[in-house]
């Protein structure tokens, strides 16, 4: 059964980078009709896109994020990352890292989600 | 502001039946694209309830039920118990020029 798990840096200083890796096990980060996808949520609010990555590397963001984030693959290690530049106090979230079928186009595996917090 | 718009709470009596609506527009729901949904219980992930507006993955109890009209759609629960209290949001895909995922806002079911 696949499944997910983020790590990386749980706080991060203003201005600085965010970086998170999420390990998939369980099955291939190469299966065809796939892509996977970051979505963070701060405390006590909805969830937000943030962007995905094709099994084929083309990537896709969320317009509001856009300019500051990067999504890679490395598919030797089975896992994709997420960095996030010049963070602010508003990008304090949980991050969930998520399997996304292509048709019909929904998240069908998650990870369990990791928190960081952006501050001094 | 979300893309898809749902109430922010609803309640209901264990046993009861309650709805949950989400609505969109002409650029996502009412394109004809489909409308997912996903329960989150306190302090854990999401977790997929409802695909292609009305499938149910293994394992989710024929309780949980969805539906779709228009630019709109619905998620029922209905013989309502106390492990069903959580948020809940739909998801849907939008072909705009806004971001091609797109979510509700949430909504919080009190079971009373």
């Known amino acids: 059964q696949l499944q997910l798990q983020e790590s990386g840096s749980g706080l991060v200083k203003p201005s600085q980078t965010l970086s998170l890796t999420c390990a998939v096990s369980?099955?291939?980060?190469?299966?065809?009709?796939?892509?996977w996808s970051w979505i963070r949520q701060p405390p006590g609010k909805g969830l937000e896109w943030i962007g995905y990555?094709?099994?084929?590397?083309?990537?896709y963001y969320n317009p509001s994020l856009k300019s500051r984030v990067t999504i890679s693959v490395d598919r030797s290690k089975n896992q994709f990352s997420l960095k996030l530049s010049s963070v602010t106090a508003a990008d304090t979230a949980v991050y969930y890292c998520?399997?996304?079928?292509?048709?019909?186009?929904?998240?069908?595996?998650w990870g369990q989600g990791t928190m960081v917090t952006v501050s001094s | 502001q979300s893309v898809l718009t749902q109430p922010p709470s609803v309640s209901g009596a264990p046993g009861q039946r309650v709805t949950i609506s989400c609505t969109g527009s002409?650029?996502?729901?009412?394109?004809?694209?489909?409308v997912h949904w996903y329960q989150q219980l306190p302090g854990t992930a999401p977790k997929l309830l409802i695909y292609?507006?009305?499938n149910r993955p293994s394992g989710v109890p024929d309780r949980f039920s969805g539906s779709k009209s228009g630019t709109s759609a619905s998620l029922a629960i209905t013989g309502l118990q106390a492990e069903d209290e959580a948020d809940y949001y739909c998801?849907?895909?939008?072909?705009?020029?806004?971001?091609?995922?797109?979510f509700g806002g949430g909504t919080k079911l009190t079971v009373l």
């Open positions: 990555i094709y099994h084929s590397g083309s990537t």
């Open positions: 369980g099955g291939s980060i190469s299966s065809g009709g796939y892509s």
């Open positions: 002409s650029s996502n729901i009412g394109a004809g694209y489909d």
């Open positions: 292609g507006n009305s």
């Open positions: 998520a399997r996304y079928s292509a048709v019909p186009r929904y998240f069908d595996i």
């Open positions: 998801q849907s895909y939008d072909s705009s020029l806004s971001a091609p995922v797109v």
